[in-house]
Nanobody, 122 residues
């Protein structure tokens, strides 16, 4: 049973940085991809960044050059380092895991979700 627990959210000023963390456990042999997905008020969930077992990464265009996704080699944690934060980055951020071998930034392929951590940028 895959479990994902996020932390690190909070309120920040525009231009500041924040690091989100996700403690992961219970991966199955088919778990191929872990990612960060966000949902702003009144909007659909959006894939932000993803990293595959072989460390291949993908980012949505709006965060390229500002956000960095990483995981530890043991597969026990996932991080999202966010820099130069903007008000439009305000959202609930979810840690997610999927069996998607391509590791797409598509919330519909997510098999497991964390409970979310709120990031507010003003």
């Amino acid at each position: 049973h895959v479990q994902l627990v996020e932390s690190g959210g909070g309120s920040v000023q525009a231009g500041e940085s924040r690091r989100l963390s996700c403690v992961t456990s219970g991966y199955t042999s088919t778990t191929s991809c872990v990612a960060w997905v966000r949902q702003a008020p009144g909007k659909q969930r959006e894939g932000v960044a993803a990293i595959r077992r072989d460390d291949l990464t993908a980012y949505t265009d709006s965060v390229k050059g500002r956000f960095t996704i990483s995981k530890d080699n043991a597969g026990n944690s996932l991080s999202l380092h966010m820099t130069n934060l903007k008000p439009e980055d305000t959202a609930m951020y979810y840690c997610a895991a999927s069996d998607d071998l391509v590791c797409r930034l598509d919330p519909s392929v997510v098999n497991y979700w964390g409970q979310g951590t709120q990031v507010t940028v003003s």
